[in-house]
């Protein structure tokens, strides 16, 4: 972080960047982002993968859009969506990375389910 901002840059700072954790902070934002990581996609291919509604997946890609972190073009009547800023799926990623291994790690040490009665007689 740069230390030679000023008391006011640095609220701006960390409004700014609260803000950005804000957009990140709604699953269905990160599954688009997700959705996006490979290249361009139409609106309806990323209902189809997410399996979210049109009108909330329209929502959230509004939402990321406004923010600058998508961009799109319109080609015939289709919209057509790509992240337009490299660094919030950087930091989506390093973020999903860290909490996968984490979910991999407490499911490889949960132990097997004891057989009841019930289910050893089955």
Do not use: W
Request: glycine fraction near 2%.
């Amino acid at each position: 972080m740069d230390n030679s901002l000023s008391k006011e840059q640095m609220a701006e700072l960390f409004e700014e960047v609260s803000n950005v954790f804000f957009l990140l902070s709604e699953p269905t934002r990160l599954k688009i982002l997700h959705s996006l990581c490979h290249g361009e996609r139409a609106v309806n291919d990323i209902v189809t993968e997410i399996e979210a509604s049109q009108a909330n997946v329209s929502r959230q890609i509004n939402m990321l859009f406004r923010a600058k972190i998508l961009a799109r073009r319109k080609e015939g009547t289709q919209v057509y969506y790509r992240i337009d800023d490299p660094a919030t799926l950087g930091i989506c990623q390093s973020v999903c990375a860290r909490v996968s291994a984490d979910i991999l790690a407490r499911s490889a040490n949960r132990p097997e389910p004891q057989a009841t009665a019930a289910t050893a007689t089955a």
